[in-house]
Each structure stands twice: as C-alpha cells, then as structure tokens.
C-alpha cells in the first residue's frame, strides 16, 4: 500500500537500515529484503556494536539522498501504514516535523505489560510537567523529518539513547520549528528482546533533569 500510495503521488524513496549489533535478526532480514528490492532502495548501513540513537540517526542521514527523513523502529513497532498520514499531515499543515503520538487521539499501545506501561506513561508524564513541549509523546521515535531541521537538531542536541528522543522535540520548540502530530499504534515486537534496561532508565532520568535545567 504504501509503496502504491509514493508511486502514485510521484515520490521516490529509500531506506535506510542503521544496525548496532541487534540480537533480533533485523540485518539478517534486512539482507534478504535487499536481494528482492535492490541495494537502490534498501541501503544497509550496519555497525558493529551499539553507538547511541544520536549517532546513528548521523550515520543514516549522511546516506539520506532526499529531502524528507522518516525514523522508525524497524521491527513493524511502527507500522509503515501510517507513513501516508505523516506525509499529508507536514504537507497540510506546513510543518517542520510530524511524530506519531501513543497518547493523543486514537493513539496507543499494544503488547506490553503493565511494568512496561507504567514506565513508558510515567517517564512521559514527568518530561511534560517539567520541560511543556507541546506535544503529547515525548519518548516515541516515530517521526518525519524535514532533512534540514533534523541535521540542525542533531548538531544542537547533546542526549543519548532514549533521552535523545525527548530533547530533539524541546530543542524543535525552543528554536522555533513547528511539530505537528498524527496518532499510531504501537504494537510490541513478537521476535527479538528490548533494549530498555535498567542503564537506560537512570540515563533518562538524568538526561531529563539535565534538560529542565538547561531549557
């Protein structure tokens, strides 16, 4: 549907497979998906251990050739249906960046536990009250991307791993890009374990306090 949905507005795309040694099979199926589509429009960029999102949202814009980048999950956590929504949402409503929200509209989340809910809902809560960045869901990474807002971005933010996520949207507002929304449903993984750990959580809080105090 959806490589109907760019063949009839006249789009080109390609994408662009960033692999930090993950342990749920995604190059080996990305290799496989490169033999049937072609290296043209799946480029596969693997790394040989795990660097942080930050540098790898770098690596894969370095290889970008067009004008609008769109980072999602490659285990279908984020299903590729909703990227004609994406689409239509920037081009309507001029925006600078669109993120998929879990918790506005008709948005939400599917497949995790309660453990999983709670962290997620809570660590999405204290971002809000603290930092106000006018949008709904702060730590999702569903998102579009106007090349050259998210090279700015990028060069302004200094977070790591899933705190990344959160000051690129603070810092969108604090210089003055416009962030508009689409809701989605994120569906857990059915192969392969999460990367969310103990580390990571301590490294959110610390990011996010270091964020309110700098923002």
């Known amino acids: 549907m959806e490589r109907l949905y760019f063949k009839i507005l006249n789009l080109t795309y390609e994408i662009i497979v960033i692999d930090d040694g993950s342990p749920d099979g995604t190059l080996e199926v990305a290799q496989q998906l490169e033999k049937i589509y072609g290296s043209d429009k799946i480029v596969l960029k693997p790394r040989p251990k795990k ?49 998929g929200t879990r918790y506005s509209g008709d948005g939400g989340v599917y497949g995790w536990d309660l453990k999983r809910k709670f962290i997620s809902r ?60 689409v809701p989605i449903s994120f569906v857990d993984r059915v192969y392969g374990e999460s990367k969310l750990g103990g580390s990571e959580i301590l490294a959110y809080l610390k990011g996010l306090l270091q964020l309110f105090a700098t923002t």
Do not use: W
């Not at 933010?157 to 705190?163: E, F, L, P, Q």
């Open 122 to 181: 809570t660590a999405n809560y204290i971002a809000q009250i603290l930092l106000r960045p006018g949008a709904s869901d702060l730590t999702g990474s569903f998102r579009l991307y106007k090349k050259e807002v998210l090279q700015h971005l990028v060069e302004c933010c200094v977070s790591k791993g899933y705190v990344f996520q959160m000051e690129m949207l603070v810092r969108a507002r604090h210089l003055g890009y416009s962030v508009g929304e």
């Open 51 to 99: 660097l942080g999102l930050g540098t790898a949202y770098v690596h894969g814009m370095n290889h970008a050739t067009g004008d609008y980048i769109i980072i999602m999950d490659a285990d279908l956590s984020h299903h590729p249906k909703f990227i004609p929504s994406f689409i239509k949402t920037l081009h309507d409503g001029n925006f600078d960046i669109v993120s």
